[in-house]
Nanobody, 124 residues
Framework: QVQLVESGGGLVQAGDSLRLSCAAS????????MGWFRQAPGKEREFVAAISWSGGITTYADSVKGRFTISRDNAKNTVYLQMNSLKPEDTAVYYCAVDRNPYYGGSDYSIDYWGKGTLVTVSS
């Protein structure tokens, strides 16, 4: 059974940093793109960042570019999201995702697996 378990969320102040982790189990995802999405209260889920199977290509939403960094450790079947200079508008539930392709295609239609999410709250 495939499981994606996110961790690292919490309550922080504006300007602080957090590092999210997503550990995958049940199968190896080293051949597939992985990513992070988020959903703020009352809003639709949105793309945050994605990383190709080898880690060689990363993609970010404009709203987090320069502040967030996605990385992966295929030996640990884990993807990370380093979030710096957090803003109140970053408050959301953050979801880990695995694409069915080696490169993220630009939409969540190719996402095969989702985690249950971890809450990040940024106070002003």
């Amino acid at each position: 059974q495939v499981q994606l378990v996110e961790s690292g969320g919490g309550l922080v102040q504006a300007g602080d940093s957090l590092r999210l982790s997503c550990a995958a189990s049940g199968r190896t995802f080293s051949s597939y793109a992985m990513g992070w999405f988020r959903q703020a209260p009352g809003k639709e889920r949105e793309f945050v960042a994605a990383i190709s199977w080898s880690g060689g290509i990363t993609t970010y939403a404009d709203s987090v570019k320069g502040r967030f960094t996605i990385s992966r450790d295929n030996a640990k079947n884990t993807v990370y999201l380093q979030m710096n200079s957090l803003k109140p508008e970053d408050t959301a539930v953050y979801y880990c995702a695995v694409d069915r392709n080696p490169y993220y295609g630009g939409s969540d239609y190719s996402i095969d697996y989702w985690g249950k999410g971890t809450l990040v709250t940024v106070s002003s």
